[in-house]
Each structure stands twice: as structure tokens, then as C-alpha cells.
């Protein structure tokens, strides 16, 4: 796992990504979910390559529901992109670095 991925809760999940400067992707994952797992190395990779200009951040589905019902999470993995507090883009299912890549670009 990486260290440049971070993960946010219920309690933490504004302050770590609504009121954040910076873009931020969020992946709502599950620890039983395979497709999740396949998406994580990209996840690590994209933390690292976009450090210091947006973050990855991931929330664990069944640890922290509320945040999970306000954003209509149905399926995983779900991927939204944040910037100003507002959704940018939304990715359902698990997709490639690129893609998710083109996700936060356009919100740099």
C-alpha cells in the first residue's frame, strides 16, 4: 500500500477532501471487492505522480457508510473527482491509469 494514498472516514471526509485546494480523487473500495484491488497500483502510481498538485484519496465503503449514501455509491469501485468542494467527474468500475489520469487533468 501506498503512503501517498490517503485514506478519509466519515468524520475526516470534508476537511480531507471538500475543503482541500488541491483536486482531489476519491475511491470508494472495498477490501472484498476484486476489481478494487486492480485499480490500487494505478491509484499508488497516480498519488505519486500528481503529489503536491492533487491527492488520491480512498474510502472504504464498508467502514464508512454515511459518506458512502451521501455520494449514491451503488457499485464499486466508484471513483469521483473533487475540486472546490464539488464533483467534477464520476468513474463507475474499474478502469486504467490513463483514464483516471484524464479525470484529474482536467481539473488542473
Do not use: E
Not at 490517503?6 to 480531507?16: E, G, I, V, W
Not at 477490501?31 to 499508488?44: E, N, S, V
Not at 467502514?63 to 472546490?84: C, D, E
Amino acid at each position: 500500500m501506498s503512503d501517498t494514498v490517503l485514506h478519509a472516514t466519515d468524520a475526516d471526509f470534508d476537511s480531507q477532501v471538500l475543503a482541500s485546494d488541491q483536486p482531489v480523487l476519491v475511491d470508494f473500495w472495498a477490501p472484498w471487492c476484486g476489481p478494487c484491488k486492480m485499480i490500487a497500483p494505478a491509484l499508488d502510481q497516480l498519488a505519486a505522480d500528481y503529489a503536491g498538485k492533487a491527492k488520491i484519496v480512498k474510502v472504504d465503503v464498508d467502514q464508512n457508510q454515511q459518506t458512502a449514501l451521501k455520494y449514491h455509491v451503488r457499485s464499486i469501485p466508484m471513483l469521483l473527482l473533487f475540486k472546490g468542494g464539488q464533483v467534477q467527474a464520476t468513474q463507475i468500475g474499474a478502469v486504467g491509469k490513463a483514464q483516471l489520469a484524464q479525470m484529474i487533468d482536467k481539473a488542473l
